[in-house]
């Protein structure tokens, strides 16, 4: 197969930033996607209505005007959200889920979530309104071993979740192992998943060949290579559970290439070719548009996209850096080559 023709996909998870930050990020993000479910952890969380929609009106200001875009709203959870910051979410047209960020284990989650059993009645309150709740699961313990933070979340934490809201629509968002499959398969129709390019092009290893990898550094972290082929299986399974969620999430260069350096890795540059690229070596490009264009849509709720993109193999080389904010930033897969290629 030489080209494909598959719906114009969208992103359901990806960081868009801030400020002057969305010079980069929006222009390429609507050349990949049509609609993208913008995460809520800027350096002041997104966590009311009235932010969100602030959010939302910065992020239409750097879309080209002759471009169809919509960025899907989320709010910040926290300790003390209310049922009635939920409802007025609810009602708002551009809000589309909430997150749950444990506080600490990500970027930008220090105002995150402490004690997950204060916010059943929030749960609750987004069953009622069926607003989906998309979730980091991971620990945020130092006793547990960071490889482990995911599998023991949903011990811990996500299969009583599931279990005592069944109406909830829950998002396990960048899973990254087979734990996470595993429970997916085996939960409600509720329940889905987003997996990134990242998780299933690299596994740990890759954060150590040739010297410490900066670049490659994500949270949750790349996990063992067993886990990397579940997570394949269950992207190109054609099951609906599965869909795209980049978890694009830039920083400049220095910040990652630094004594404490970031974690997140920049996809939107040429995501969909990543994917596209990932698909063909599984021989399962036939399940790409699923993957990419429908059974997100479908899981939200939301109508299919009706123009289509054109993909056509051919190999390209990525470039080294972009520019972002006032130095650069290193994409996902810079200075290498991959075999896919949009061209329409």
Not at 169 to 176: C, N
Not at 232 to 254: Q, V
Request: with cysteine; hydrophobic share 40%.
């Amino acid at each position: 197969m030489q080209q494909i023709e598959i719906i114009y996909p969208d992103d359901w998870h990806c960081h868009l930033r801030d400020g002057i930050a969305l010079t980069t990020t929006i222009p390429m993000a609507t050349k990949q996607f049509k609609r993208v479910i913008a995460m809520p952890n800027l350096q002041t969380p997104v966590s009311d209505v009235e932010a969100a929609e602030a959010y939302y009106h910065r992020i239409m200001a750097h879309v080209p005007n002759d471009v169809s875009f919509q960025p899907l709203m989320t709010l910040y959870l926290k300790d003390n959200t209310t049922p009635d910051i939920i409802t007025h979410a609810a009602q708002s047209p551009l809000i589309f889920a909430c997150k749950l960020y444990p506080a600490g284990v990500t970027t930008n989650s220090q105002a995150g979530v402490g004690k997950l059993l204060s916010l059943y009645s929030i749960f609750e309150t987004m069953a009622k309104h069926q607003l989906p709740l998309l979730i980091h699961g991971e620990v945020n313990d130092h006793d547990v071993d960071v490889y482990d933070r995911e599998r023991v979340f949903i011990d811990k934490h996500l299969q009583d979740i599931v279990k005592q809201f069944p109406d909830l629509k829950i998002v396990f968002e960048h899973i990254t192992t087979k734990d996470a499959v595993d429970f997916v398969l085996s939960g409600p129709d509720t329940l889905a998943a987003t997996i990134t390019p990242q998780h299933l092009l690299y596994n740990r290893n890759a954060l150590f060949v040739g010297g410490l990898r900066p670049h490659h550094y994500c949270l949750p972290v790349l996990k063992r290579k067993i886990h990397q082929e579940a997570l394949i299986n269950a992207a190109i399974s054609g099951n609906p559970k599965f869909f795209i969620g980049t978890d694009s999430a830039p920083h400049a260069k220095s910040q990652k290439e630094s004594a404490c350096g970031c974690a997140g890795i920049f996809s939107h540059h040429a995501a969909i070719e990543i994917y596209a690229h990932i698909f063909d070596q599984a021989n399962a490009l036939d399940k790409l548009e699923n993957f990419t264009s429908r059974f997100g849509a479908d899981f939200y709720q939301l109508p299919y996209n009706q123009d289509k993109i054109i993909l056509q193999k051919q190999s390209w080389t990525i470039p080294e850096e972009y520019p972002y904010l006032d130095e650069s930033i290193i994409p996902f897969l810079a200075s290498e080559n991959i075999n896919w290629q949009r061209v329409s």
